[in-house]
Each structure stands twice: as structure tokens, then as C-alpha cells.
């Protein structure tokens, strides 16, 4: 069986799946460096259509960049409400290439929250 990383985004200000949210995958060298992988934008359920690594994974440290300060910042006529948030870094470590790592977050204007999923 080989690992896949996917990822969605919930809007938790306004109980609705995160829209339109361009997310980064960066794979994070023992020198500490980030080195960029891929790029996607959720789509209209919160997900991105395929996973981000699906048969590459490998072990190792890996960072997901949710771009959540353009997302509020696309409907601020609406809401009013700025968030604190520019770029939302989640950085974790795949120990199993051969497991689904579901990396999600849960955002509002001002605060996030993250979990392992399934």
C-alpha cells in the first residue's frame, strides 16, 4: 500500500468549508531547509481534488502552507472581520510511508486549530 498526504480547510467563523485557499507542500531537509514540492487551491468542499503526494510520500518532516490571510481577506467587504493570519505553517513528521497522513485545518479570523484525520 503506498502513503498519500491530503488536507482540507474549514471555516470555522462561518461553518462553511474553506474555499479557494491556496495551500504549499514543502519538504523539510535535515539542513533545516524548506524545499518547495507542490502547490494546490481547495475547492469549493474545502479539499484539494487530489491528494498532494499519492505513491511519493517518504518519511521525514514535512510543512503544509495554508495561505489563509488572502482567503479572509477575499471576503472582508462581507464579514468586516480582518485576520491576524497571513501564511498558517503546519509542520509534522511522516514516520509510515505507507499510511495516509490527513493533515486538516480548522481556521478563523482569529484562531486555528489542526488534527491528524483519516
Do not use: C
Not at 32 to 52: C, I, M
Amino acid at each position: 500500500m503506498a502513503g498519500k498526504l491530503t488536507t482540507h480547510v474549514l471555516d470555522t467563523s462561518r461553518g462553511i468549508p474553506g474555499r479557494s485557499m491556496k495551500v504549499e507542500l514543502y519538504f523539510i531537509e535535515s539542513t533545516g531547509e524548506a524545499k518547495y514540492l507542490a502547490s494546490a487551491q481547495t475547492n469549493d468542499d474545502g479539499r484539494l481534488d487530489a491528494p498532494f503526494l499519492e505513491g511519493e510520500l517518504t518519511t521525514g518532516t514535512y510543512e503544509l502552507r495554508f495561505h489563509a490571510g488572502e482567503y479572509f481577506e477575499s471576503f472582508l467587504n462581507e464579514t468586516g472581520i480582518r485576520s491576524i493570519w497571513d501564511v498558517i505553517p503546519l509542520r509534522f513528521d511522516v514516520a509510515n510511508d505507507e499510511e495516509h497522513y490527513h493533515v486538516p485545518l480548522l481556521v478563523a479570523p482569529g484562531g486555528y486549530s489542526t488534527y491528524r484525520g483519516s
